[in-house]
């Protein structure tokens, strides 16, 4: 077949569209929404390229109005976990055969697609299922989508050109295989974009995936699922089931074909998935890849030369957009007493001007939670809150069920520096500040260290240079994305690989070489091109007499 050395179009971010009134998008849009509101889906699972239905139908309906149906999904069990281990297998070979460039077609293919005619769509599911804002589903649906999906490309042929010197007479080469079995993407609810690229960054290097989406993000997942169908995606690459979590671990992690996991979801979630790993390491045929992103407790650090309204816009974005249901949300803030009562001025009165709502209504900034379990969790901190003498509500605090799951955005003010929603991820619209002295702020520093077991992201507010560069420092591990002033949530593919360690995960930043690299096993091969015919090298040669 012919050969080449193929140069992939050159990754460049997707242009983020406004929807601002007026515009050809923003109509587009609202008739989207208008028309998948209008359906009932009965939602299959794809498996093998076939959809699969079962007689477990489980209702799905917008957060943010829990009464309207918007479909059904099919809930699988073990045995439909079996059947696309068996159907990922089965395409196993030919797609690890198919030349890269094929493959690179089809997720650049799927790139356009979200870019064109579905990101109306990608857009609108994730806005009803998942309850986000047109802005928000934008920069996450469709256009974070696309840049994992190009620089994900871009990514693979970068890897394929590393290759070793050649010695003369030698020549060394790498070949960059799939892994020997298939990967297990398990993927949360908050980003449309994660949920297509933990199965189709490992599929992009050859290998074959069983891909189990939060039951909570299945109303996208199946869009996710028809854009790849459409690209041209061979049956079996990637296989979507709908069975519970514990059950689909039990299938997968006790498989000898186990290769490795793609994860974004709870740190505790992911260490018992590490720990089954470990307990079950000698059934497997190799040794699995572990990749995982978990939780955050970001965290903002400012200290009195910071610019005060600059620090609480980043607050307010920071914390609230997305309901605060980012891994990145800014959920404590540390900020010096000489600067805090302007600070909280400015904050209050922006908070005050924030909508809640729908995001059928453009207008509104904050949605619902995500589910009923997310709503309880969130209004029983709130609550102690507002009882404990260790801590204040001084925002919000107003939470409501009987519509959908509406949290008000809220500032908790903690007294001590260890409260517990200081410490605890709460994934919700919940920031707790605490002041501290100026004059105590490397004290407050080692505070913060020491806080919270997670490492994701953090941002450091400051107009001071010398601070800056000792704040940095100090907090080295304390953050894998790191962010000097700004908020710290919003890491763009190609921008900011995105990934934190302790107790975030693996740090192996989701969209570049680092995580893809992860996905491929490497066989160095030599050839001599004329070997010796003597067994003996120069030094057993006798001396000269």
């Not at 790139?111 to 299922?129: E, F, Q, T, V």
């Not at 001590?416 to 490397?442: A, C, H, N």
Request: proline share 6%; with cysteine; hydrophobic share 40%.
């Amino acid at each position: 077949m012919p050969k080449g050395n193929y140069n992939v179009p050159v990754a460049k971010n997707e242009p983020v569209l406004s929807h601002a009134p007026g515009t050809p998008e923003r109509a587009e849009l609202q008739a989207k929404l208008q028309e998948l509101r209008s359906e009932e889906l009965d939602q299959p699972m794809v498996i093998g390229g076939k959809e699969v239905y079962t007689d477990r139908k489980v209702r799905m309906f917008p957060p943010h109005e829990i009464a309207h149906t918007l479909g059904y999904f099919n809930q699988g069990d073990a045995s439909h976990v079996e059947m696309a281990i068996d159907a990922a297998l089965e395409a196993r070979e030919c797609w690890a055969n198919m030349s890269w460039q094929h493959r690179a077609s089809i997720f650049l293919k799927a790139a356009d697609l979200l870019a064109g005619p579905y990101r109306a769509k990608i857009n609108a599911a994730s806005m009803l299922g998942q309850s986000k804002n047109a802005f928000q589903a934008e920069i996450d649906a469709a256009c974070e989508f696309a840049d994992f999906l190009r620089f994900g490309v871009q990514v693979m042929t970068e890897i394929y050109k590393i290759q070793p010197e050649s010695a003369k007479g030698i020549w060394n080469y790498n070949e960059y295989r799939p892994l020997e079995g298939f990967v297990f993407a398990l993927t949360p609810f908050n980003f449309t974009s994660i949920a297509g690229n933990l199965p189709a960054a490992p599929a992009m290097m050859g290998n074959v995936a069983v891909w189990k989406p939060s039951k909570t993000a299945v109303y996208s997942a199946g869009v996710i699922m028809e854009i790849f169908k459409e690209a041209g995606l061979p049956d079996g690459v990637i296989n979507l089931v709908y069975a519970s979590g514990p059950v689909a671990a039990e299938t997968v992690l006790t498989h000898p074909e186990f290769a490795g996991i793609h994860f974004t979801g709870s740190t505790a979630v992911f260490q018992s998935i590490w720990k089954t790993i470990g307990e079950n390491i000698y059934k497997y045929k190799s040794y699995p890849r572990i990749v995982g992103e978990t939780g955050g407790k970001d965290f903002i650090f400012a200290d009195n030369t910071a610019k005060k309204r600059e620090l609480a816009i980043a607050m307010l974005r920071g914390a609230f957009e997305y309901q605060g249901q980012k891994c990145s949300a800014a959920s404590r803030c540390y900020v010096p007493a000489s600067i805090w009562p302007e600070v909280k001025e400015i904050f209050g009165a922006e908070l005050a001007t924030v909508k809640m709502g729908p995001p059928e209504d453009f207008t509104n900034f904050v949605n619902a939670v995500i589910d009923e379990s997310s709503f309880d969790k969130l209004k029983g901190f709130i609550d102690r809150a507002k009882d404990d003498e260790d801590a204040e509500v001084i925002f919000g605090g107003n939470c409501d069920k009987s519509v959908g799951y509406f949290v008000e955005p809220t500032v908790i003010l903690a007294k001590k520096p260890d409260y517990i929603t200081m410490q605890e991820e709460l994934f919700g619209p919940v920031l707790t500040v605490y002041v501290y002295e100026d004059e105590d702020m490397d004290a407050t520093l080692d505070l913060l260290d020491k806080t919270s077991i997670y490492a994701l992201t953090g941002a450091v507010w400051s107009q001071n240079r010398y601070n800056i560069e000792k704040i940095a420092k100090r907090l080295e591990n304390c953050a894998g994305n790191f962010y000097i002033n700004d908020k710290p949530t919003g890491a763009v593919v190609g921008q900011q690989p995105f990934g934190g360690a302790r107790g975030s995960g693996t740090d192996d930043k989701a969209g570049s070489i680092f995580n893809m690299l992860r996905w491929t096993a490497i066989r160095t091969i030599k050839e001599t091109f004329v070997p010796p015919v003597n067994y003996t090298y120069p030094n057993f040669q006798p001396d000269n007499e």
